[in-house]
């Protein structure tokens, strides 16, 4: 019998799952809290990897078009937090997020 490729990727992301619980099982200060968090981020992170890796493949896209959406999108989800937090502590004081290499609005690299 031939397993479908839903099944193999359900199959898969229970693996992973073992695996993040094995990792945090060595001495993580959290404990199991974050497992269910991680095990999350994982598969949204590799279905998308997978799914911009078949694009590319395919020739519908090419990596230059994947990088620079993965760039708006992010800087979109920061304006998004930016948005809500200046909402969220009274609006009266824009807030700008700022990271290790600056903020998204700043015009070079660091």
Do not use: W
């Not at 992301?13 to 994982?42: L, T, W």
């Amino acid at each position: 019998m031939t397993i479908s490729d839903q099944d193999r990727h359900l199959r898969a992301s229970h693996c992973m799952q073992a695996g993040v619980k094995m990792e945090y099982a060595r001495g993580f200060p959290d404990g199991d809290e974050h497992v269910h968090a991680r095990v999350g981020i994982n598969v949204a992170l590799r279905d998308s990897a997978s799914l911009a890796k078949l694009l590319m493949a395919k020739g519908l896209i090419t990596e230059a078009e994947y990088l620079a959406a993965i760039a708006d999108g992010m800087e979109e989800e920061v304006r998004q937090y930016e948005q809500r937090l200046t909402r969220n502590f009274g609006g009266k004081v824009a807030i700008k997020l700022v990271g290790a290499f600056g903020g998204i609005d700043d015009e070079s690299t660091s």
